[in-house]
């Protein structure tokens, strides 16, 4: 398993050679979906296709994760019943998309108890939630702490889009900046999602940029994703992986930055004062805080 959640690239559950490629690419996160991208008529049949991907492919350089249909459909069931005797051991997590409630993330719960109570499997299976609705994001402290399995909150910006009726203001309709609002009109929603997702400890994960071919801009709403506190986001192509990997990885600046914030609180420590400067810019306890998450993140990177 990988310990980053830097990028996580999804692919099609009924496409078996794009999970081939998957297991070579560098995505922290490989997530084999049953959902959107995989069309109706192909939804029973990619059932068998992940299950033998997730049994037969080499997953070690990677954190496997499977997205299942929504819980209120007619598929889901059958991909948790089916799927989780199987290769729940493989699993990292479930992804569940267009969750509504607590209520159903304790449903999914007892259901995977059960299942796995029953198969022998004593590594629990995670839980991560897609925030992609309104009422998701208003209930989203009740969804992130409605079981210790809950691992990340997942925005999911197309169907958030789709549940206010927001305008399709790009073609693809997820994450291209668009000029209509003066800012980005989902400020509010990305930092009420880190909120409530970092206050009961969870990963926060940001949804993926659609342009596949427009690198530039997928480099500028990485940026920004992690300028906010996000850990990590979707890529839907494997041409994406490497732009996000960047962005989430701490620059050199960034580390010699930290190091040297690090180097003058012990200085300033050792001759008995609170707080020093760099310059003219003033050193803490919180600087001291921001720079050690920057030293545990390269050191989980590369260690
Ligand atoms: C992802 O599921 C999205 O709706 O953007
Ligand atoms: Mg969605």
Redesign the pocket.
């Known amino acids: 398993m990988n310990p980053n959640r830097r990028s996580i690239l999804s692919v099609p559950g009924h496409r078996e050679s794009m999970h081939a490629k998957a297991a070579g690419s560098a995505a922290d996160v490989v997530m084999l979906d049953l ?2 991208s995989c069309p109706p008529g192909e939804k029973v049949a990619a059932r068998e296709v992940v299950k033998a991907s997730a049994l037969n492919l080499d997953w070690s350089r990677h954190t496997l994760t499977l ?1 299942i249909n929504d819980l209120a459909g007619p598929f889901a069931l059958r991909d948790v019943l089916d799927l989780i005797p199987e290769i729940g051991p493989k699993l990292d997590t479930v992804v569940v ?2 969750v509504e409630s607590a209520a159903q993330m304790h449903y999914l719960d007892h259901l995977l108890t059960a299942l796995e109570t029953e198969a022998g499997i004593n590594k629990p299976v995670g839980i991560e939630a ?1 925030i ?1 609705s309104a009422r998701a994001l208003r209930d989203a402290t009740e969804i992130a702490e409605a079981t210790p399995r809950m691992k990340c909150l ?9 549940s206010i009726n927001m305008p399709l203001s790009s073609i693809s ?3 291209e900046a668009d000029g209509l609002y003066p800012g980005d009109p989902l400020h509010f929603v990305y930092s009420r999602l880190i909120l409530c997702g970092k206050a009961s400890g969870l990963k926060v994960i940001d ?2 940029y ?1 342009n596949f071919r427009d690198a530039e801009g997928l480099k500028v709403a990485a940026a920004r994703s992690r300028a906010l506190g996000f850990d990590g986001k ?1 890529a839907i192509h494997p041409s994406q992986i490497e732009v996000v990997n960047e962005a989430f990885t701490p620059s050199e600046e960034e580390v010699e930055r930290a190091k040297a914030v690090l180097h003058a609180f012990e200085e300033a420590k050792a001759s008995g004062k609170g707080a020093t400067a760099i310059g003219s810019s003033m050193i803490d306890q919180a600087s001291v805080r921001m720079a050690e998450d920057v030293m545990a993140r390269v050191n989980a990177l590369f260690s």
């Open positions: 959902e959107d997205r998309p267009k897609i992609e997942v925005f999911g910006v197309a169907d958030y889009s789709a309709g997820h994450g949804a993926p659609g979707w």
